[in-house]
């Protein structure tokens, strides 16, 4: 129920931009694919400050996934693409999916999803590791 309401809430907020839904979560679909790298980037190449919170951010997106049992984003993007089915059924994770030759379904994107994600934390713990500590 808290979850529920909590995107709605958030969905709602959104509204309040006076920017279309299409556009909208169009936008949040193009962010939500350059965030993996923006921390990336982050934690190699800036201070330890911004490095930390880029670890912060994506140690809160894996508790928010873990707790909507789903990514967060891709919530708020499906609620705002909801009308645009052939925008809606595109997620982050489509593509590694199809250069595996797996099938594109919610089954297989949500294993990949943390099968990635596992290794893409361990990526950027090691690397906040070596480069302020060693």
């Known amino acids: 129920m808290i979850k529920e309401k909590l995107i709605q809430l958030i969905y709602e907020k959104l509204n309040e931009s006076k920017i279309s839904n299409l556009y909208l979560g169009f936008f949040i679909k193009a962010i939500h694919f350059q965030l993996p790298g923006l921390c990336l980037a982050l934690v190699i190449f800036f201070p330890k400050i911004i490095a930390i919170g880029a670890l912060l951010y994506v140690s809160l997106v894996s508790l928010l996934y ?22 809606k059924d595109f997620n982050v994770v489509d593509p590694v999916l199809d250069v595996l030759g797996e099938k594109i379904n919610n089954k297989n994107r949500k294993i990949i999803s943390i099968f990635v994600f596992f290794f893409y934390y361990l990526l950027i713990l090691t690397i906040f590791s070596f480069r302020f500590f060693f």
């Open 66 to 87: 873990y707790y909507f049992n789903n990514c967060f984003i891709s919530i708020i993007e499906n609620e705002l693409l909801k009308d645009y089915e052939h925008l």
